[in-house]
C-alpha cells in the first residue's frame, strides 16, 4: 500500500516539542515495517526515518495544503494530519472515503456537528471526543518504549508549553503547598505568564538527583527528556483546557511514573485510579488543595503495573493495527 502523510511545518521527528509529529514518526516507521510505500509532504527532523520519501509543503493559497505534483496518483491513501477545518473539508471533498484525517486537537462543538455528514474518515484520539457518524471513529496514539526504572527520585515533574492552559501555575502551587522539589521543562508561550509563574517563582534551578525548590530546564529532547520522566517521582499534570488526547501523561506512565491529574478531557480514560495514577474530579475548579492529598497515596501504586496499562491499552503496536485496518478500507474507497 502507497501511503501519503500531510502534516504541519514542524519537523518529523521533533527534537524537542511536537507531539502530533512523533505519532507521525511512529506510524511512519511502523508502516514501513510491514512493506507500505510511505511519502510524508512536511520536513524532516533531525533523525533519519529510513524508507521514508519526502515532499516538501506545497500551499494553494494561506490554508490549503496542495498535493505535490509528482505525488498525484501513486498513493492509495491520504492521510491528512492538518485537522483544521479547510483542509479537512477540503480532502473530504477531493478524495473523499480515501483520506483520513486525525483530530490531533478538537474543534468546537457546533462546527463538529458537520463533521457526520462529510464523505471522508474521521479518527478522534481521545474517548471523550463526540462521535458525530459511522466516518468517525477513535483509535488513540500509540506511547513508544522509553527508559523504564523502579526506583524512583524524590523531584515532581511538570512538562509542556509555559501556559495558563497547561496548568503550569497550578503544578507549581502544588509543590509549593507540599514542600517537595518540582523541575519543569517546557517552550514558553505567553511572556507574561513565563514572567510571573517561572521568574516569579523558580529560586533554584537545575535538574536531577537532589534538586530542591523549583526549577526551570527550558525546552527538552532526546535523552533528558527520557530521564526526566523516568526518575521523577510522579508527573503533575491540571490542564485547563480540553486536550484532544495529551500524550505527555502515558509518556510518564510508560516510564513507571505515576500521574496526579485533575479531570479534564480524555484523562479517564487514560488514567486509572491506583494503577497509573489518579484523577481528581475538582468539578471544573481547579482547587489545588484537592490534589496535594494525593501524593500521600503514590506508595500505591506498582511502577511495573503503571507501565504495563500503557502497554496493554495504549501500544504503539495497537494504534498500527487500528490504522492498518481503516487504511484498508480507505485504499478501497468504502465508507462506514
Same mark, same amino acid.
Given at each position: 500500500?502507497?501511503?501519503?502523510?500531510?502534516t504541519g511545518g514542524v519537523p518529523i521527528p521533533?527534537?524537542?516539542?511536537?507531539?502530533?509529529?512523533?505519532?507521525?514518526?511512529?506510524?511512519?516507521?511502523?508502516?514501513?515495517?510491514?512493506?507500505?510505500?510511505?511519502?510524508?509532504?512536511?520536513?524532516?527532523?533531525?533523525?533519519?526515518?529510513?524508507?521514508?520519501?519526502?515532499?516538501?509543503?506545497?500551499?494553494?493559497?494561506?490554508?490549503?495544503?496542495?498535493?505535490?505534483?509528482?505525488?498525484?496518483?501513486?498513493?492509495?491513501?491520504?492521510?491528512?494530519?492538518?485537522?483544521?477545518?479547510?483542509?479537512?473539508?477540503?480532502?473530504?471533498?477531493?478524495?473523499?472515503?480515501? #483520506?483520513?484525517? /486525525?483530530? !490531533? *486537537?478538537?474543534?468546537?462543538?457546533?462546527?463538529?456537528?458537520?463533521?457526520?455528514?462529510?464523505?471522508? =474518515? %474521521?479518527?478522534?484520539?481521545?474517548?471523550?471526543?463526540?462521535?458525530e457518524g459511522l466516518n468517525v471513529i477513535y483509535?488513540?496514539?500509540?506511547?513508544?518504549?522509553?527508559?523504564?526504572?523502579?526506583?524512583?527520585?524524590?523531584?515532581?515533574?511538570?512538562?509542556?508549553?509555559?501556559?495558563?492552559?497547561?496548568?503550569?501555575?497550578?503544578?507549581?502551587?502544588? #509543590?509549593?503547598? /507540599?514542600? !517537595? *522539589?518540582?523541575?519543569?521543562?517546557?517552550?514558553?508561550?505567553?511572556?507574561?505568564?513565563?514572567?510571573? =509563574? %517561572?521568574?516569579?517563582?523558580?529560586?533554584?534551578?537545575?535538574?536531577?538527583?537532589?534538586?530542591?525548590?523549583?526549577?526551570?530546564?527550558?525546552?527538552?529532547?532526546?535523552?533528558?527528556?527520557?530521564?526526566?520522566?523516568?526518575?521523577?517521582?510522579?508527573?503533575?499534570?491540571?490542564?485547563?483546557?480540553?486536550?484532544?488526547?495529551?500524550?505527555?501523561?502515558?509518556?510518564?506512565?510508560?516510564?513507571?511514573?505515576?500521574?496526579?491529574?485533575?479531570?479534564?478531557?480524555?484523562?479517564?480514560?487514560?488514567?486509572?485510579?491506583?494503577?497509573?495514577?489518579?484523577?481528581?474530579?475538582?468539578?471544573?475548579?481547579?482547587?489545588?488543595?484537592?490534589?496535594?492529598?494525593?501524593?500521600?497515596?503514590?506508595?500505591?501504586?506498582?511502577?511495573?503495573?503503571?507501565?504495563?496499562?500503557?502497554?496493554?491499552?495504549?501500544?504503539?503496536?495497537?494504534?498500527?493495527?487500528?490504522?492498518?485496518?481503516?487504511?484498508?478500507?480507505?485504499?478501497?474507497?468504502?465508507?462506514?
Open positions: 500500500m502507497r501511503i501519503l502523510h500531510v521533533p527534537l524537542k516539542y511536537g507531539g502530533v509529529e512523533r505519532v507521525v514518526e511512529q506510524l511512519a516507521l511502523g508502516q514501513i515495517a510491514k512493506g507500505h510505500e510511505v511519502y510524508i509532504q512536511g520536513n524532516a527532523g533531525h533523525r533519519e526515518l529510513p524508507g521514508v520519501e519526502w515532499f516538501p509543503i506545497l500551499m494553494e493559497d494561506d490554508v490549503h495544503r496542495k498535493i505535490n505534483p509528482e505525488l498525484e496518483g501513486n498513493y492509495d491513501v491520504l492521510h491528512n494530519h492538518v485537522c483544521n477545518q479547510p483542509n479537512t473539508f477540503r480532502f473530504a471533498q477531493t478524495h473523499g472515503f480515501k #483520506a483520513i484525517t /486525525t483530530f !490531533h *486537537s478538537n474543534w468546537p462543538d457546533a462546527d463538529r456537528k458537520l463533521l457526520g455528514h462529510l464523505q471522508t =474518515w %474521521i479518527v478522534n484520539i481521545g474517548a471523550h471526543m463526540p462521535k483509535i488513540p496514539y500509540g506511547i513508544p518504549e522509553g527508559t523504564f526504572l523502579a526506583e524512583k527520585d524524590d523531584y515532581l515533574y511538570h512538562t509542556g508549553q509555559i501556559a495558563s492552559e497547561k496548568g503550569t501555575d497550578l503544578a507549581i502551587q502544588f #509543590a509549593e503547598a /507540599t514542600g !517537595h *522539589s518540582l523541575i519543569i521543562s517546557g517552550p514558553m508561550r505567553d511572556p507574561a505568564f513565563f514572567e510571573e =509563574w %517561572i521568574r516569579g517563582h523558580v529560586r533554584s534551578g537545575a535538574a536531577g538527583k537532589g534538586v530542591s525548590d523549583i526549577g526551570y530546564v527550558g525546552e527538552v529532547g532526546g535523552a533528558l527528556r527520557d530521564i526526566l520522566f523516568a526518575r521523577a517521582k510522579c508527573l503533575l499534570f491540571f490542564p485547563r483546557w480540553e486536550e484532544a488526547f495529551g500524550l505527555v501523561p502515558l509518556e510518564a506512565c510508560i516510564r513507571g511514573t505515576p500521574v496526579i491529574a485533575r479531570m479534564r478531557s480524555a484523562l479517564p480514560a487514560m488514567i486509572k485510579d491506583g494503577v497509573n495514577g489518579f484523577v481528581i474530579n475538582d468539578n471544573n475548579n481547579p482547587d489545588v488543595n484537592l490534589y496535594t492529598p494525593y501524593l500521600e497515596r503514590l506508595s500505591e501504586i506498582n511502577p511495573y503495573d503503571c507501565r504495563q496499562w500503557v502497554l496493554d491499552n495504549f501500544s504503539v503496536g495497537k494504534m498500527l493495527r487500528s490504522y492498518e485496518e481503516l487504511y484498508q478500507k480507505a485504499a478501497a474507497g468504502e465508507g462506514p
